[in-house]
């Protein structure tokens, strides 16, 4: 089966155009992945003045939906959990770290964590998903 090369996957997450609306990057890794980043602004916040958790969900669902791709698997969303641990501040990057857990032929299971410069857990995903189609054939 053929593998989908990192510029790939990154092309494809950009044709997600909420992405470039909030300004998330999508980000090459060392080990031939991919992560998304953020700069946490104003435009990102809820009432409350921190990071509106929507943000936080999208970002995660995007990142485990990359780490699909890296698996040659087009997916959507079957349900996805988010444990929001501590409040993101203005002016903080945030990182996601995405795995999958379990690969079946048309369902996945992943994990995400988005993180800061230093590690610090802001919240963790669980989500579930189903293969549609291929990124390549």
Not at 48 to 75: P, Q, S
Not at 96 to 105: F, M, P, Q, S
């Amino acid at each position: 089966m053929p593998t989908p090369t990192q510029e790939q996957v990154i092309e494809f997450c950009h044709e997600n155009k909420i992405l470039d609306f909030l300004g998330v990057e999508v980000v090459p890794t060392a080990d031939g992945c991919a992560r998304l980043e953020l700069e946490v602004k104003e435009c990102h916040s809820n009432p409350y003045g921190i990071l509106h958790g929507g943000v936080l969900t999208t970002m995660a669902d995007t990142a485990m939906g990359a780490a699909c791709l890296m698996r040659n698997k087009k997916v959507v969303t079957v349900s996805i959990t988010l444990e929001f641990m501590h409040p993101v501040p203005m002016s903080t990057r945030i990182i996601t770290d995405a795995k999958i857990l379990n690969e079946g032929r048309h369902i996945f299971t992943c994990e995400c964590a988005m993180v800061d410069a230093n590690q610090k857990v802001f919240a963790k995903a669980h989500a579930v998903f189903f293969a549609i189609s291929k990124l390549i054939d």
